[in-house]
């Protein structure tokens, strides 16, 4: 099975800071992963497919990069909307394994 | 609009059964592959199964350990999950989501599952 790791568990940032969020896969997945935002009573909502490819809708500050083994989310300058839980989701093989989640906190 | 609503959650002891179910609507039910995907309270997001269009290719997660049966109608636009031997820890939010291979474009509200005695 493959195993993510995703990493920091929980960041505090501000407003219009710049936040990148890492997950590890424990072997290559090509572009095989995905990013999700995750609202307290919310469902997940997709932001990121195929490592990079930004969903239609989401703003064009959220990032996806990286390939292989390594993975990064980028949140270019925070809006008080940001602050959530993202979770990376690789989609190689199955079983599928999300990431640990990260949550993002206001300074 | 893709639709996606979760029923069947509720109460149940522990070693005791529970179906939930999934009513898909806006879309073409039978295209697309639906998945199961839970979160225990407070925790992280967790795979539980998927099963492709015509229910040629079913997985589970390992956890699982052959206590859950994921399964669809498409004459009826609905995805089921039986779960059997129910634990403390099946305790949680369940989420069906459409897409293939992880790639979950749409969510459902959830339903609560919770398994106490």
């Known amino acids: 099975d493959i195993q993510v790791t995703q990493s920091p568990p929980s960041v505090s940032a501000s407003v219009g800071d710049r936040v990148t969020i890492t997950c590890r896969a424990s072997?290559?997945?090509?572009?095989?992963l995905g990013w999700y935002q995750q609202k307290p009573g919310e469902a997940p909502k997709r932001l990121i497919y195929?490592?990079?490819s930004l969903q239609s809708g989401v703003p064009s500050r959220f990032s996806g990069s990286g390939s292989g083994t390594e993975f990064t989310l980028t949140i270019s300058s925070l809006q008080p909307e940001d602050f959530a839980t993202y979770y990376c989701?690789?989609?190689?093989?199955?079983?599928?394994?999300f990431g640990q989640g990260t949550r993002l906190e206001i300074k | 609009e893709v639709q996606l609503v979760e029923s069947g959650g509720g109460l149940v002891k522990p070693g005791g059964s529970l179906r939930l179910s999934c009513a898909g609507s806006?879309?073409?039910?039978?295209?697309?592959?639906m998945n199961w995907v839970r979160q225990a309270p407070g925790k992280g997001l967790e795979w539980v199964s998927s099963?492709?269009?015509?229910?040629?290719?079913?997985y589970y997660a390992d956890s699982l350990k052959g206590r859950f049966t994921i399964s669809r109608d498409n004459a009826q636009n609905s995805l089921f999950l039986q779960m059997n031997s129910l634990r403390a820890e099946d305790t949680g939010v369940y989420y069906c989501?459409?897409?293939?291979?992880?790639?979950?474009?749409?969510w459902g509200q959830g339903t609560l599952v919770t398994v106490s005695s």
């Open positions: 989501a459409r897409g293939s291979y992880g790639d979950y474009e749409y």
């Open positions: 806006g879309f073409t039910f039978s295209s697309f592959s």
């Open positions: 099963i492709s269009p015509n229910s040629d290719y079913i």
């Open positions: 072997q290559g997945i090509g572009s095989a």
């Open positions: 195929a490592a990079s």
């Open positions: 989701l690789q989609q190689n093989s199955y079983p599928l394994t």
